[in-house]
């Protein structure tokens, strides 16, 4: 009922899962993952007790398929699960037991492991495998991640529709504030075209909660604060920062206002 891919970044920094299925909010079932530890995904006849389980073998210091193994040997359920795991070094597991309904199997490579069942066919995996192993390996896990899982889409996906898709990546100290490692966690629960809705997620969760690129910081001066003050006011606002506080910019401009990323300048002006 679902398709799924799990993976570490090229840099060793980033583990994650993108996954979409006919099944109402997959996100809340299927993928775990701890930075500096690994990433799972769990389907089929899902048993979520593997998410804590993998996690705390691959903990432990095993690698994705001992923690696999471990899994299987502890579950009487196993021909009914599937399961994908990257260790902390990129090394890869996937199981689709013989109970699960066509169809369904799984691809793995260095850092990644993809894995469906009740698919259209083989060629779902295969054309996510090669979006994959086609994506830039310097773009955002992320990024990757939903290239491959839009790939699988457009290769016919789930069998039965469309309803949900999730993404979650950790990377040490990448959460709010810096006070976890959650870089993204995002899901569309029920919707005609998740995985589209979840791209439009990630581009609004990038312009609100990642930091600012040097290059794109424009300097404020005193007749740039003007202009953003009285754009402010005409919002209803006292000045230009209580409106970046309304509006959650505060990853875009400066602690001090002494600058403002350009999309939010744009923003701006556009009215």
Same mark, same amino acid.
């Given at each position: 009922?679902?398709?799924? #891919?799990?993976?570490?970044?090229?840099?060793?920094?980033?583990?994650?899962?993108?996954?979409?299925?006919?099944?109402?909010?997959?996100?809340?079932?299927?993928?775990? !993952?701890?930075?500096? %530890?690994?990433? @799972?995904?769990?389907?089929?006849?899902?048993? +979520?007790?593997?998410?804590?389980? !993998? *996690?705390? =073998?691959?903990?432990?210091?095993?690698?994705?398929?001992?923690? *696999?193994?471990?899994?299987?040997?502890?579950? &009487?359920?196993?021909?009914?699960?599937?399961?994908?795991? /990257?260790?902390?070094?990129?090394?890869?597991?996937? =199981?689709?037991?013989?109970?699960?309904?066509?169809?369904?199997?799984?691809?793995?490579?260095?850092?990644?492991? #993809?894995?469906?069942? #009740?698919?259209?066919?083989?060629?779902? +995996?295969?054309?996510? $495998?090669?979006?994959? *192993?086609?994506?830039?390996?310097?773009?955002?896990?992320?990024?990757?991640?939903? !290239?491959?899982?839009?790939?699988?889409?457009?290769?016919?996906?789930?069998?039965?529709?469309?309803?949900?898709?999730? /993404?979650?990546?950790?990377? $040490?100290?990448?959460?709010?504030?810096?006070?976890?490692? +959650?870089? %993204?966690?995002?899901?569309?629960?029920?919707?005609?075209?998740?995985?589209?809705? *979840? &791209?439009?997620?990630?581009?609004?969760?990038?312009?609100?909660?990642?930091?600012?690129? $040097?290059?794109?910081?424009?300097?404020?001066?005193?007749?740039?604060?003007?202009?953003?003050?009285?754009?402010? /006011?005409?919002?209803?606002?006292?000045?230009?920062?209580?409106? %970046?506080?309304? $509006?959650?910019? &505060?990853?875009? +401009?400066?602690?001090?206002?002494?600058? @403002?990323?350009?999309? #939010?300048?744009?923003? %701006?002006?556009?009215?």
């Amino acid at each position: 009922m679902t398709f799924s #891919i799990v993976a570490r970044s090229a840099d060793g920094e980033s583990w994650g899962v993108a996954v979409a299925s006919k099944f109402l909010g997959v996100g809340s079932a299927v993928p775990a !993952a701890v930075a500096g %530890v690994g990433a @799972i995904a769990t389907q089929a006849l899902a048993n +979520v007790a593997y998410k804590g389980l !993998a *996690l705390s =073998h691959l903990d432990e210091g095993a690698t994705a398929s001992v923690a *696999l193994q471990r899994l299987l040997e502890e579950d &009487e359920g196993r021909d009914h699960r599937q399961v994908g795991i /990257v260790d902390v070094d990129g090394g890869s597991a996937s =199981h689709t037991g013989t109970a699960c309904l066509d169809w369904a199997g799984g691809l793995t490579g260095e850092g990644y492991a #993809i894995q469906g069942n #009740i698919l259209t066919g083989s060629d779902v +995996v295969e054309a996510m $495998e090669a979006a994959w *192993l086609a994506s830039d390996a310097d773009e955002p896990l992320e990024r990757r991640l939903l !290239a491959a899982l839009r790939a699988g889409d457009a290769a016919g996906g789930d069998s039965r529709g469309r309803q949900s898709a999730a /993404v979650l990546v950790v990377r $040490e100290g990448a959460g709010y504030g810096g006070f976890d490692d +959650v870089a %993204v966690d995002l899901r569309v629960d029920d919707h005609a075209e998740p995985i589209p809705e *979840l &791209e439009r997620l990630l581009d609004l969760h990038e312009l609100y909660l990642t930091a600012t690129d $040097e290059d794109a910081r424009v300097p404020v001066d005193d007749a740039l604060r003007a202009e953003l003050d009285a754009y402010a /006011v005409s919002q209803g606002r006292a000045d230009f920062p209580a409106w %970046v506080g309304a $509006e959650n910019y &505060e990853m875009r +401009v400066g602690d001090d206002f002494t600058w @403002i990323d350009q999309r #939010i300048l744009d923003i %701006v002006r556009a009215g």
